[in-house]
């Protein structure tokens, strides 16, 4: 058994125990954030969104969320299997759905209170990755950004 | 419309009714990629495996030598070489299959051990010519690589490495973790491969021996001074390229019993064998 080999394993167990220890806690945080925070609309739409009569725009801004996070050994070697064959990355599935969340619940936190989010769109990109000797681990970065609208006189409501 | 705020979420089960994630279970999908793409490496490299096996015939002694001209050739000056040279011609003579004109040299290492190189080369270490004892025993290990040389395993055996090569640079391109779990894989079939090679020569070699000595004796004593010098920690067989000794000897002492061979009396070596320094 050489060395190299061991170390293989070894980082396989670190990434598998690790990785998925902390996917599942950023799951239920997510879920607990998400329903604390699901009185605050966000919806993609940017135009049709008509006042009540009598109402008022009372300000907006540009709200945003991000995110980065980063894979880990085991996900990207079976990602790295997975290029050979094709098919569903079932690994960088639950990691972008990860970013993806969370960067909207950020952006939910810095909008604040406002009545409604318009217009919230979500990005992904990786960051590092892989450099000339393939041995970089990639990270994802998913970023929301909308709309933040607060309304006079009204409670929210959507025409 | 009314918004009305409600959770999509099952606090229970933080994936459950996420259709953005695959249901499957990563250590599946793991273990049905691995063993599905190692059996298809597998079944690759014995098809390419099995075109060098129909290439090799086909190489002509010529282009042979052109590819052994551009090998390294490691030989120190020796003064036991000029009779290791009339003794291979001898045995040529006496071969089952004519491995034509052989060049030998001797390599410095101290490692007691013989090699077959493309172009009808062969390579005898001075760690094994200082070890043997009797000029039978000497010939066993020459006429066991005459038998590669004759088969033409030293291509084959080039063949297989530039094929297991190809394989590997294949996919070290893709990704080296992957990368390096195949070619670990592959190591193995490789040496299965040498060992049936191995057990071909042995019986070529026991073949030429009784024909030039006219009895097989010595042709398993140096495996038996080699079986009994490292009875310690001994390899297990299946990470062995040559046959365990153990089985080695049988094998032999076998055929030996069978043919009829006979364990006559031994040819003694040159006076003055050992190289003074090494005294």
Redesign the interface.
Known sequence: M?L??II?ISLMVLG?TAG?LAE?GH??S???R??AT??Q?VVTFEDGYELPAGAKFRKSTLVSGSVVISID??????A??????GG?V??Y??L??RARREAILRMKYQAGGADIILGMRVETSTIGGRRK???GLGSVEAVAYGTAVWVDEIS???? | MKFRPKSLNDTRDPLKGNVNISPEHPLKELLLLTSGIAATIFIIYLLLGVAVDLVVPHISKELEQSIAARMEFPVVEDKRTPYLEELTDELRRSAPLDPGPIVVGVYPSAMANAFALPGGRMLITEGFLDEVESENELAMVISHELGHIAHRDPLRVMGRSLVLAFISSLFVNTDDSAGAFINSSMTLTQLGYSRNIEERCDHFALETISRHYGHGGGAVDFFKRMKDSHTGGSVPQFLSTHPGDERRISYLERQIDEERLGWGELTPLPEGWVNQDDE
């Open positions: 050489n190299d080999f293989f598998y998925s599942r799951f239920k997510l879920i607990r998400e329903d699901m009185k609309p050994y085991f996900k990207r070697f079976l790295s299997l997975r290029f050979l064959v569903r079932g690994a599935e639950s972008l759905d000797n393939n041995k929210p409501q959507i025409t």
